[in-house]
């Protein structure tokens, strides 16, 4: 539930409280679900760098209370905007743990609402992205791959598009994908000849879908962002997708080879142009 200018999320996880914590501070664990490289540390008083090399974008941290394994909170101070505060909770509820993440920090106009809603869809997908590494690849590193690029529609063109079986007929595949709700499966055999299997892990229309594929070990998350909350008709489209077992997944350089194409077929689509299958 959100207050005023923070957004607040809270998760159960079936994992004890010091493994949820070793996820939010080790470095390397941090890494396997959250930021793709990590500078510094997060321990009391210090201070890190997120890295996203594939999307070209990082955020300097500053520790301001490390209670370990209960409590976590993260200072950021990003060029140009207010200070923005993350704190992490962490409470044992038997063998698991429920996971409260508050983000705060966000302008008190139609601008900040639009990306508190951004936000609270962004931590919601994360923390489902989290629950399925700890459940099967906790300690695993990943090899990462993205493909970001403009595009001239607003967010209620790009929601159908990536979270609707109809929508990814229009730029993904030939036939439209029997996509129900998280937990459930799918098959798609993608423009690139790709044939991919999994279950949605979580949807936040019209914002992100996270997607876990057996044939990679990974995961593909297809995400619209409004670049500027108040012009309705720009957004950045993403597709992200790692592997957490990249040598034993064949499939793997052939789909991040394919991700650029899939960029563009999506963001032409999008922008208003026919979708291509080739």
Same mark, same amino acid.
């Given at each position: 539930?959100?207050?005023?200018?923070?957004?607040?999320?809270?998760?159960?996880?079936?994992?004890? !409280?010091?493994?949820?914590?070793?996820?939010?501070?080790? +470095?390397?664990?941090?890494?396997?679900?959250?930021?793709?490289?990590?500078?510094?540390?997060?321990?009391?008083?210090? =201070?890190?760098?997120? #890295?996203?090399?594939?999307?070209?974008?990082?955020?300097?941290?500053?520790?301001?209370?490390?209670?370990?394994?209960?409590?976590?909170?993260?200072?950021?101070? +990003?060029?140009?905007?207010? !200070?923005?505060?993350?704190?992490?909770? &962490?409470?044992?509820?038997?063998?698991?743990?429920?996971?409260?993440?508050?983000? #705060?920090?966000?302008?008190?106009?139609?601008?900040?609402?639009?990306?508190?809603?951004?936000?609270?869809?962004?931590?919601?997908?994360?923390?489902?992205?989290?629950?399925?590494?700890?459940? =099967?690849?906790?300690?695993?590193?990943?090899?990462?791959?993205?493909?970001?690029? !403009?595009?001239?529609?607003?967010?209620?063109?790009?929601?159908?598009? &990536?979270?609707?079986?109809?929508?990814?007929?229009?730029?993904?595949?030939?036939?439209?994908?029997?996509?129900?709700?998280?937990?459930?499966?799918?098959?798609?055999?993608?423009?690139?000849?790709?044939?991919?299997?999994?279950?949605?892990?979580?949807?936040?229309?019209?914002? =992100?879908?996270?997607?876990?594929?057996?044939?990679?070990?990974?995961? &593909?998350?297809?995400?619209?962002?409004?670049?500027? !909350?108040?012009?309705?008709?720009?957004?950045?489209?993403?597709? =992200?997708?790692?592997?957490?077992?990249?040598?034993?997944?064949?499939?793997? +350089?052939?789909?991040?080879?394919?991700?650029?194409?899939?960029?563009?077929?999506?963001?032409?689509?999008?922008?208003?142009?026919?979708?291509?299958?080739?």
């Amino acid at each position: 539930m959100d207050h005023g200018d923070e957004v607040r999320l809270v998760t159960r996880l079936d994992h004890p !409280p010091d493994r949820v914590w070793r996820a939010w501070t080790e +470095p390397s664990w941090l890494c396997g679900w959250h930021a793709e490289d990590m500078q510094g540390e997060l321990h009391a008083h210090g =201070q890190a760098t997120l #890295k996203w090399p594939s999307l070209g974008a990082e955020l300097s941290l500053a520790v301001q209370s490390h209670a370990p394994p209960g409590r976590l909170v993260l200072r950021a101070g +990003p060029s140009g905007r207010p !200070p923005q505060v993350l704190t992490i909770e &962490i409470a044992a509820a038997g063998s698991a743990s429920v996971m409260t993440v508050t983000h #705060k920090g966000f302008t008190d106009d139609a601008a900040g609402r639009a990306e508190m809603a951004g936000t609270r869809a962004g931590w919601y997908v994360s923390s489902r992205v989290l629950e399925h590494y700890l459940d =099967q690849f906790a300690g695993y590193d990943r090899a990462c791959a993205s493909a970001l690029g !403009p595009a001239a529609c607003g967010l209620e063109t790009i929601g159908p598009l &990536i979270t609707t079986g109809a929508g990814w007929a229009r730029w993904l595949c030939e036939d439209e994908v029997a996509l129900s709700g998280e937990g459930e499966r799918f098959v798609v055999h993608t423009h690139d000849d790709l044939i991919l299997s999994g279950h949605i892990l979580a949807v936040r229309s019209p914002y =992100q879908l996270a997607l876990a594929i057996d044939e990679i070990s990974g995961v &593909i998350v297809l995400r619209g962002i409004q670049i500027d !909350p108040l012009v309705t008709g720009a957004c950045l489209l993403g597709i =992200q997708a790692w592997s957490w077992q990249p040598d034993e997944a064949p499939l793997w +350089p052939d789909l991040v080879d394919s991700l650029a194409g899939s960029l563009s077929r999506l963001t032409a689509t999008a922008s208003g142009g026919r979708s291509a299958s080739a």
